[in-house]
């Protein structure tokens, strides 16, 4: 049940109204363009986004940055930065290719050139590291919620239909017919990792049904399927994170990690505190909903 502490909903007519205007002009461009109708979009709202303003004090606090206004600002405004930003990327993902990806990130740390479990925060930008997997060669799954396993409102949301078509065309870009259910993840992810491939799983989806764990000041659940498949497959759990820099994106891979939950854990917080504005919204307001209430308020 949510709380006093949970952040307000916007209308989805708004939203597909403005998709509708924004994805004209985007698909009129005749490349992909990202950094200035992301800003112009944060610029506007940045000002009356009180969601950003309580996540931005909340996350502060959380990753124990320094306290004052800068920080709050800057982290507000890079939230509402990053949130435009998903939407301008997905709008349009069927544009992206590998070649693309890898002409615009910078890999800090070593892709392995064998079969891996990658794992990360859902962050924004995310669908960008994938077609860099993709573009050093690997094969690489992906074990995500597909459109019929969503709820009900959000299949009824017609923006959430427009999006996912969109997001489905750059899955096909991306893995190609390796894009896994929730359902039968599992089995199609062991099977890959046999053959030498590799699986993306974000290990934040903070289903209620997984095991809870510590977690920047609150208890989420934590899933166990990156540890059962490191531990049934003799393969390394990487972590990973797509940072935004102007021109462009740093994609952090850091060390292998035990094949554990805490191990998980430990590794999702650490790739937050790369981008903590990057972190998608939606997952970070679970987060968020969680807090103690002293502790959300501002």
């Not at 979009?41 to 909340?58: G, I």
């Not at 794992?119 to 993709?134: E, G, N, Q, Y």
């Not at 590794?267 to 103690?292: D, F, K």
Request: include cysteine; aromatic fraction near 12%; proline fraction near 8%.
């Amino acid at each position: 049940m949510l709380g006093p502490a949970s952040l307000a909903p916007r209308p989805w007519w708004q939203r597909r109204l403005a998709w509708i205007v924004l994805d004209a002009l985007l698909h009129w461009w005749p490349r992909p363009i990202w950094q200035c109708p992301a800003a112009m979009l944060a610029f506007v709202r940045v000002w009356r986004d009180q969601n950003a303003r309580l996540l931005s004090v909340a996350l502060r606090s959380a990753l124990g940055l320094p306290a004052g206004r800068w920080t709050d600002w800057r982290l507000r405004w890079s939230l509402c930065y990053q949130h435009q930003l998903d939407l301008v990327l997905m709008l349009q993902a069927d544009r992206f290719t590998p070649q693309w990806a890898k002409e615009h990130v910078r890999v800090v740390g070593t892709i392995p050139a064998e079969g891996a479990i990658f794992t990360a925060p859902h962050h924004v930008a995310s669908r960008v590291s994938s077609l860099i997997f993709a573009a050093y060669g690997l094969t690489v799954g992906v074990v995500a919620q597909q459109m019929s396993e969503a709820d009900a409102p959000t299949q009824r949301d017609p923006s959430a239909q427009y999006l996912h078509a969109r997001l489905d065309a750059h899955r096909a870009l991306a893995f190609g017919d390796r894009s896994y259910s929730m359902q039968h993840g599992a089995r199609n992810a062991l099977r890959l990792l046999e053959q030498g491939g590799s699986i993306i799983l974000l290990g934040d989806g903070f289903f209620p049904q997984w095991k809870w764990e510590p977690f920047l000041g609150t208890m989420v659940p934590i899933p166990d399927g990156p540890a059962w498949l490191a531990q049934r497959t003799g393969k390394s759990i990487v972590p990973y994170m797509t940072i935004p820099r102007w021109g462009g994106w740093t994609l952090w891979v850091g060390d292998p990690i035990p094949p554990t939950r805490e191990g998980l854990r430990d590794a999702l917080i650490v790739a937050i505190r790369h981008a903590p504005g990057s972190w998608l919204r939606g997952i970070a307001g679970l987060w968020y909903q969680n807090l103690p209430h002293e502790g959300a308020k501002p």
